[in-house]
């Protein structure tokens, strides 16, 4: 009597067992004989490797669009899905993973839901099967909380901190202590870094460590306010959840001046705290290299102050940026009740965020300054989150975070 062996089922039958796996068991497979090799990794053709993607619970790829809106061209199938995976296995147990790949890693994750499917209007259900898959993956905070290495490292697990939101090691008092800190230390603040959440080298590009205090600053205000108003933890408004595209079928953003989304009604909130227990914690008598007493926000009866006022931007002009030809540089005023009027402009980084800047005031009198990155993807429920302060950038004047969310855009 001859034995049956599973190689002698339909090449068909084996390829379709195959896409039902999962990818570590595919890879496995791959290594039981000349025959699972050959249906795992066929010579030039990526139909497999397409199939095996699709089978996953991800966005397709060919239906997401970049940071900045435009299409993807080059999916390269094979070669995502095992970054993909080699990334789901380090994070799951970081004492497999080798000393050079975690800036890789790091890459991965921030890839996938920089590349995910955008939503067609701004009230739209998100619908990313990325995000959804990352929530599951970073929830407990553990990998977001490792030690970074390397200047890259730090700033790109920060980067990815920034975007996923508050997690549930977030809630730590501890934790908030040292995001408080950060944020209104006036340190933090200079010439250097645009008195905002830049690299203090000049070079303009963003700072995703100060962007992530901040983000968990405005984010654990914003969820005290929420669960007041009888919202989940998980529906903060600054998290992953809303980091989806909003472009309507009918926009072409590279042919689109306002490709930022400038003009509608803005919801800007902002946070801060007493004066004297600001001026108390930026001591001037204390040198830059010691550090600050946080005392004040240990003791646990620190009192953030939060607010929100609405206002309409529009669109004035556009200037060319030579380094980003589909991207001009946007300029805006804003205003309210006929006074506050706020004046700014909205471009590209050195590294390809996008920065908002504005100053505001009273009549032709600006008082305060703003600096902010774009949260989430381009023109994405997300926001923008930054920082405040004012335009005479005194060592003893008030700083705090802010962002904005828009509310009613304006369409042609």
Same mark, same amino acid.
């Given at each position: 009597?001859?034995?049956?062996? %599973? *190689?002698?089922?339909?090449?068909?039958?084996?390829?379709? %067992?195959?896409?039902?796996?999962?990818?570590?068991?595919?890879?496995?497979?791959?290594?039981?004989?000349?025959?699972?090799?050959?249906?795992?990794?066929?010579?030039?053709?990526?139909?497999?490797?397409?199939?095996?993607?699709?089978?996953?619970?991800?966005?397709?790829?060919?239906?997401?669009?970049?940071?900045?809106?435009?299409?993807? *061209?080059?999916?390269?199938?094979?070669?995502?899905? !095992? /970054?993909?995976?080699?990334? /789901?296995?380090?994070?799951?147990?970081?004492?497999?993973?080798?000393?050079?790949?975690?800036?890789?890693?790091?890459?991965?994750?921030?890839?996938?839901?920089?590349?995910?499917?955008?939503?067609?209007?701004?009230?739209?259900?998100?619908?990313?099967?990325?995000?959804?898959?990352?929530?599951?993956?970073?929830?407990?905070?553990?990998?977001?909380?490792?030690?970074?290495?390397? &200047?890259?490292?730090?700033? =790109?697990? +920060?980067?990815?901190? *920034?975007?996923?939101?508050?997690?549930?090691?977030?809630?730590?008092?501890? #934790?908030?202590?040292?995001?408080? +800190?950060?944020?209104?230390?006036?340190?933090?603040?200079?010439?250097?870094?645009?008195?905002?959440?830049?690299?203090?080298?000049?070079?303009?590009?963003?700072?995703?460590? &100060?962007?992530?205090?901040?983000?968990?600053?405005? +984010?654990?205000?914003?969820?005290?306010?929420?669960?007041?108003?009888?919202?989940?933890?998980? =529906?903060?408004?600054?998290?992953?959840?809303?980091?989806?595209?909003?472009?309507?079928?009918?926009?072409?953003?590279?042919?689109?001046?306002?490709?930022?989304?400038?003009?509608?009604?803005?919801?800007?909130?902002?946070?801060?705290?007493?004066?004297?227990?600001?001026?108390?914690?930026?001591?001037?008598?204390?040198?830059?290299?010691?550090?600050?007493?946080?005392?004040?926000?240990?003791?646990?009866?620190?009192?953030?102050?939060?607010?929100?006022?609405?206002?309409?931007?529009?669109?004035?002009?556009?200037? !060319?940026?030579?380094?980003?030809?589909?991207?001009?540089?946007?300029?805006?005023?804003?205003?309210?009740?006929?006074?506050?009027?706020?004046?700014?402009?909205? #471009?590209?980084?050195?590294?390809?965020?996008?920065?908002?800047?504005?100053?505001?005031?009273?009549?032709?009198?600006?008082?305060?300054?703003?600096?902010?990155?774009?949260?989430?993807?381009?023109?994405?429920?997300?926001?923008?989150?930054?920082?405040?302060? *004012?335009?005479?950038?005194?060592?003893?004047?008030?700083?705090?975070?802010?962002?904005? !969310?828009?509310?009613?855009?304006?369409?042609?």
């Amino acid at each position: 009597m001859v034995s049956a062996c %599973i *190689t002698d089922l339909p090449l068909e039958t084996l390829e379709h %067992i195959l896409l039902i796996s999962d990818p570590t068991d595919v890879a496995s497979t791959a290594q039981v004989c000349r025959l699972f090799r050959g249906l795992v990794y066929p010579v030039g053709d990526e139909h497999f490797w397409r199939a095996l993607y699709l089978a996953q619970s991800f966005d397709d790829p060919r239906k997401a669009v970049t940071y900045l809106g435009n299409r993807r *061209t080059d999916i390269k199938w094979r070669e995502e899905l !095992q /970054r993909i995976i080699r990334a /789901r296995t380090v994070v799951n147990n970081v004492t497999v993973y080798r000393p050079d790949e975690i800036c890789q890693v790091l890459r991965t994750l921030l890839d996938m839901v920089t590349n995910v499917p955008p939503l067609p209007f701004l009230e739209s259900e998100p619908t990313s099967r990325n995000v959804l898959w990352m929530q599951t993956l970073l929830q407990d905070g553990a990998f977001l909380d490792l030690e970074s290495h390397s &200047h890259e490292e730090e700033q =790109l697990r +920060a980067r990815l901190h *920034t975007w996923f939101g508050l997690t549930d090691r977030d809630a730590l008092a501890t #934790k908030r202590v040292v995001s408080r +800190a950060y944020v209104y230390s006036q340190r933090n603040y200079r010439s250097s870094n645009n008195f905002g959440p830049f690299m203090r080298d000049g070079s303009g590009a963003v700072d995703w460590v &100060h962007m992530q205090k901040l983000a968990h600053v405005f +984010a654990s205000a914003l969820v005290e306010r929420e669960e007041d108003e009888g919202s989940a933890f998980e =529906l903060c408004s600054l998290s992953l959840t809303f980091c989806q595209a909003v472009i309507p079928p009918s926009l072409d953003l590279n042919r689109e001046t306002d490709w930022a989304g400038v003009e509608g009604l803005w919801r800007i909130s902002y946070c801060f705290i007493d004066h004297r227990e600001l001026l108390i914690y930026n001591d001037p008598n204390l040198p830059d290299d010691e550090p600050l007493d946080l005392t004040i926000f240990e003791e646990g009866e620190l009192q953030e102050t939060f607010s929100a006022v609405d206002i309409f931007f529009r669109v004035i002009n556009v200037e !060319q940026d030579p380094d980003h030809p589909t991207r001009p540089k946007i300029n805006y005023v804003g205003e309210m009740d006929g006074n506050f009027s706020i004046v700014g402009y909205v #471009k590209l980084t050195p590294d390809d965020q996008i920065r908002w800047h504005f100053v505001a005031g009273n009549g032709d009198q600006p008082v305060w300054w703003g600096e902010a990155i774009v949260m989430g993807n381009i023109r994405s429920q997300n926001g923008v989150l930054g920082a405040w302060s *004012t335009t005479m950038h005194d060592p003893q004047d008030p700083i705090g975070p802010f962002w904005m !969310q828009c509310q009613h855009p304006i369409e042609d």
